[in-house]
């Protein structure tokens, strides 16, 4: 299965509705603080500037993107029937 991690900060209603999102369709996740400066790196390593931000294997976004999830949901039930 693909990994998960979501890059959050505090106070983000995007990054709460985000993991409220991945968990109602099991996904699971990892959380990564924002406020840690390695995190934050790594976060605008991959060109986002705003929270939270999602890396799924291969693919990253940023901000609260349900039909990226749905997206995600799809490649990993193909994923599975393989």
């Avoid at 929270?51 to 990226?68: I, L, Q, T, Y």
Wanted: aromatic residues 4%.
């Amino acid at each position: 299965m693909t990994e998960v991690t979501v890059y959050e900060k505090d106070k983000c209603t995007a990054c709460t509705n985000t993991k409220r999102k991945l968990t109602d369709v099991g996904i699971p996740y990892v959380t990564a603080d924002l406020m840690e400066p390695m995190n934050l790196a790594a976060a605008k390593a991959l060109g986002h500037m705003s929270a939270p931000v999602v890396v799924a294997g291969d693919d990253s976004w940023s901000g609260f993107r349900p039909d990226k999830i749905d997206e995600l949901v799809k490649q990993l039930e193909l994923q599975e029937e393989k």
